[in-house]
């Protein structure tokens, strides 16, 4: 009978230690998960709010292009001849760096273009 007691006793002891560390172990991977889930809402939340700043911007600065489209629209060639030796003649610096620019960004189109 002790045997039998003895038996019980250390399967009864064994049951009752696995639910314990189960549960445990099921707390912690549920405090993970929950920590997981709040950290993608937080990156969720940042994202869309990068993207709503990334849109105002691109909108503000389609504003300004689309106005001096506009404005160079209604400008006689030689007008705009002009101005562009006066700016030249002003910011000598700023114009060679702009034709610098300019220049980049036509031989890349036009190099890839032939590819």
């Known amino acids: 009978m002790t045997e039998n007691n003895t038996n019980n006793q250390t399967t009864n002891d064994q049951s009752l230690v696995k639910p314990e560390i189960y549960n445990q172990e099921e707390a912690t ?15 969720g939340q940042q994202f869309q709010d990068a993207a709503a700043k990334a849109q105002a911007f691109a909108s503000d600065k389609f504003a300004v292009a689309s106005d001096k489209f506009k404005e160079l629209q209604g400008k006689d060639p030689k007008e705009l001849v002009e101005e562009a030796k006066e700016f030249a003649r002003q910011k000598p610096g700023q114009a ?13 189109i036009l190099r890839g273009g032939r590819k």
């Open 29 to 43: 991977k549920n405090e993970y998960m929950d920590d997981f889930k709040a950290q993608a809402q937080n990156y």
């Open 96 to 108: 060679l760096a702009v034709s610098a620019v300019v220049g980049l960004v036509l031989g890349l």
